[in-house]
């Protein structure tokens, strides 16, 4: 396989995760969107939509979407429970995490690492940060209950969340009054094979 | 099962079109989502994240996430392919949905149906405009050589990119450019047991 993937995103680091996780041999190929690669011809023939992270096949087929990605390489495995509520709950939260959580969370992170400090896109900021931390409140009460997001173990629903709320301080978010989230990613990063999004060695 | 939801809802009719189409009785219990009736305790108690619509299963299972909820009840039907890479598919043009269309094309709709005329929203519209074509040409190029969405047969998938493009034009966006799209709206639209986004009478 070959993941299309932009080292700093989170959305990439999923898939990196998981691939890492089981153990699944993949060629690393660096997208630099900062650099309007995922702009150019040759990536918008692969995927339409313009984004990373893609995954390649080995037979030539494409998929996309991070979220997609994780539930096509968790089937069979412990990430995705095969019972059918328990599998639509992971649907849920991963809905949740592309819908209430990364369009604020990973955004103010993006804008914080890689704009300048007069960019007028600064003023997204607080917007941000509010609805950010409402969809963090939402995770703080369900993790008060709960160990892992569905079912009691660990899932792909955990590896969609953690990626940019483990990081949602480079984009502002003081994490330290939410408990149960700081306990719930302490829990994720002690889960075997776990590698940080920093890893740089594919 | 119950269903809250509230009738103009794309999000909702997600649900109602599957449950008509599979034939699965349910009660429709009708949340107004503009009297603030998302945010009262009562609903926050089974929806923390306090959006419509939520499936409430007979046991009193909740479950929330149009696409979730479609994923769900689609299990064991035509309308969700067995085939681990189809289904990730299906997964990767909701997830699309949520995240390059739904977020511009509905918001644009809800804007145009439900602010004052002289509403400060009414800014967002141009913006909102410019990215849900870009949503709309992701489309309009896959409608080019695909009948449906995934695998040449009308699955979730269908449903979820179904449900706001097809009222695209109440956002302000004109579809006659987009041959394919309208072409694929009809046929959508010709699927056994079809409804309006306009059916009331549940």
């Not at 080995?58 to 019972?83: F, H, K, M, V």
Request: proline residues 6%; hydrophobic residues 40%; contains cysteine.
């Amino acid at each position: 396989m070959r993941l299309y993937d932009f080292l700093p995103s989170g959305n990439g680091y999923k898939v990196r995760l998981i691939l890492h996780q089981t153990e699944t041999p993949f060629t690393w190929v660096n997208v630099d969107i900062l650099d309007g690669a995922t702009r150019a011809p040759a990536f918008l023939a692969k995927n339409p939509n313009g984004r990373i992270p893609l995954l390649e096949l080995d037979d030539g087929r494409l998929l996309a979407e991070s979220n997609a990605i994780l539930y096509y390489l968790a089937q069979g495995t412990p990430l995705l429970p095969r019972d059918p509520y328990l599998a639509a709950q992971i649907m849920q939260w991963m809905f949740f995490e592309q819908y209430s959580h990364e369009r604020f969370v990973a955004v103010a992170r993006f804008i914080c690492e890689f704009s300048a400090p007069g960019d007028p896109r600064h003023e997204e900021l607080s917007g941000l940060r509010e609805n950010g931390h409402a969809a963090l409140r939402v995770m703080e009460t369900h993790l008060s209950e709960n160990r892992f997001f569905v079912g009691d173990t660990y899932s792909i629903a955990d590896i969609a969340l953690y990626a940019y709320t483990h990081v949602a301080d480079e984009g502002g978010f003081d994490l330290s009054p939410y408990d149960n989230i700081r306990k719930w990613l302490s829990r994720v990063s002690r889960q075997d094979r776990h590698i940080p999004i920093t890893k740089n060695d594919f």
